[in-house]
């Protein structure tokens, strides 16, 4: 049973930092590219940041470039996303996804994506 399990959520004021984190437990986690995506209220799901199965290409949306950072630690079975200058506007449901590939092609539409997580809320108070 595939399990994609996102902590570190919470609430943050406008500047500050966050550290989200998944564990992945029932595949190979070596042979899958991951992804974080957020869904705000009312709005679509959105892609946020991605890395390649080896960690060695990383990719990120326009909004959050230069702020955030994503990681991957391929012998513990976990991806991270430091978020840091959050702002407002990065208020959402974070999401850690995951797809079987060994490509570095960038994958940021949600439907390229195998294994979702449920969710870690993420707040920025202004």
């Known amino acids: 049973q595939v399990q994609l399990v996102e902590s570190g959520g919470g609430l943050v004021q406008a500047g500050g930092s966050l550290r989200l984190s998944c564990t992945v437990s029932?595949?190979?986690?070596?042979?899958?590219?991951m992804g974080w995506f957020r869904q705000a209220s009312g709005k679509e799901r959105e892609f946020v940041a991605g890395?390649?199965?080896?960690?060695?290409?990383?990719y990120y949306a326009d909004s959050v470039k230069g702020r955030y950072r994503i990681s991957r630690e391929n012998a513990k079975n976990t991806v991270n996303l430091q978020m840091n200058s959050l702002k407002p506007e990065d208020t959402a449901v974070y999401y850690c996804s995951a797809v079987r590939t060994l490509s570095t092609a960038a994958k940021r539409e949600p439907a390229e994506y195998d294994y979702w997580g449920q969710g870690t809320q993420v707040t920025v108070s202004s």
């Open positions: 890395i390649s199965w080896g960690g060695g290409y990383t």
């Open positions: 029932g595949l190979t986690f070596s042979n899958f590219a």
